[in-house]
C-alpha cells in the first residue's frame, strides 16, 4: 500500500483510492499540465514546509491556457486545499507533491477542444532525487524540443517522454543525468533540471532562447546567488565546449534540489568534487527549505504551525 493521498473529482482520499478511466484523455494522449512542489520536513521544529507553492500553481494555471484547460480552481484555493491534503497524510517526512490539470473526458481522438477538464493533487514522501553527493553526467543525443513544437515554459506532460529519452540513455550508458542541447546545438538543460556553469566566480545559466523551462528552483538560486553571496548570473547561449572547462556546474530543480555535478562526459569539473561556489549556495538552499533561515518567508508556507 502507497504511503499518501490524493485529492481527485473533489474528494480527499488515501492514494491508493485514487482511480481514473482507462479511456480517460489524459492517459491516452498526454494532455495534462502537472507541477511538482516539494514539502521539507524540520525534525527540530517538527514542521513541514512547502517551497514556492504559489508560484507552481501560478505556472499550472499559465500552463493550463496552452492546452485549453480551464480550471474551478483560484490560485489561492489551490494552495489551500494543497495545505488540507498534506495536513490529512499527516506527513513527518520530505515529501512530492503533484498537481496535475487534465483533460479527463473518456474519449478517443486527438484535440484540446470538447473535452472535460479536471484537476487531481496527489502528495506522497519522497527523499533524495539522487544518490550520491556529485553525480556524473552526460550530453545527451537527445534535442530539447524547439519552441514551436511545444512551448518549453510549460509542463506538459506529453512533451516528457522527450525527458524520459534522454534520462534513461544517460543511465543506460553509466551516467547518473543527461543534458540535453537546444535544435541549434546550445545547451539546455537536464531531464528534470536546469543546469549553472560557473566560471571564474560567476554563475552562467541558459537563457530561454535554449528551450529551458523557466524554473522556479532556478529562479530562487540565482536571487540567493546574488542576495546572499554576492555572484552575479549571466544568461546567456552556452556553448557544448563550455560545459567541459568549466571550474564547477550544478544542477537545480523541485526533485533535485541543489545537486552538484562532479563530472561531464568522464571530463571531471575541477577536481570532481563539490566546488565552493556551489557548496555555499547549495549550503543555504537547504537551510532555507527547511525553515533554518528567516529570509524570503514568503517563499515557506509551514503545515502543522502555521
Not at 506527513?91 to 484535440?111: C, M, N, Q, W
Request: aromatic letters at 10%.
Amino acid at each position: 500500500m502507497l504511503a499518501g493521498y490524493a485529492f481527485l473529482e473533489g474528494k480527499y482520499m488515501p492514494v491508493d483510492e485514487a482511480k481514473v478511466n482507462v479511456m480517460t484523455h489524459a492517459l491516452q494522449y498526454g494532455t495534462g499540465i502537472f507541477e511538482g512542489i516539494r514539502g521539507n520536513w524540520n525534525e527540530e521544529k517538527k514542521e513541514l514546509y512547502l517551497f514556492r507553492m504559489r508560484e507552481h500553481y501560478e505556472r499550472l494555471i499559465n500552463g493550463s491556457k496552452l492546452l485549453k484547460i480551464s480550471l474551478p480552481y483560484t490560485v489561492d484555493e489551490l494552495c489551500k486545499m494543497t495545505v488540507e491534503l498534506v495536513k490529512q497524510g499527516k506527513f513527518k517526512e520530505d515529501i512530492y507533491i503533484r498537481p496535475l490539470a487534465y483533460k479527463s473526458s473518456t474519449a478517443f481522438g486527438v484535440r484540446l477542444h470538447n473535452l472535460q477538464d479536471d484537476i487531481m493533487i496527489i502528495a506522497v514522501p519522497w527523499g533524495s532525487y539522487f544518490d550520491a553527493e556529485t553525480i556524473k553526467c552526460c550530453v545527451s543525443s537527445w534535442r530539447r524540443p524547439d519552441n514551436n513544437v511545444i512551448p518549453p515554459q510549460v509542463k506538459a506532460t506529453g512533451v516528457y517522454l522527450n525527458n524520459a529519452l534522454c534520462k534513461t540513455e544517460a543511465q543506460n550508458n553509466g551516467f547518473d543525468e543527461g543534458i540535453m542541447l537546444a535544435a541549434d546545438g546550445k545547451v539546455s538543460e537536464g531531464s528534470g533540471e536546469n543546469i549553472f556553469i560557473v566560471k571564474n566566480n560567476k554563475l552562467i545559466t541558459p537563457s530561454g532562447a535554449s528551450s529551458i523551462l523557466l524554473g522556479i528552483t532556478r529562479d530562487a538560486v540565482k536571487r540567493i546567488a546574488k542576495e546572499q553571496f554576492g555572484y552575479d548570473t549571466e544568461e546567456r547561449l552556452i556553448d557544448r565546449y563550455e560545459l567541459y572547462v568549466a571550474d564547477e556546474a550544478f544542477f537545480t530543480g523541485t526533485a533535485a534540489h541543489v545537486t552538484p555535478i562532479g563530472s561531464i562526459d568522464h571530463r571531471p569539473l575541477g577536481n570532481g568534487d563539490v566546488g565552493p561556489v556551489t557548496q555555499k549556495i547549495k549550503d543555504y538552499y537547504f537551510g532555507l527549505i527547511k525553515g533554518k533561515r528567516s529570509e524570503y518567508p514568503q517563499w515557506l508556507t509551514p503545515i502543522y504551525h502555521p
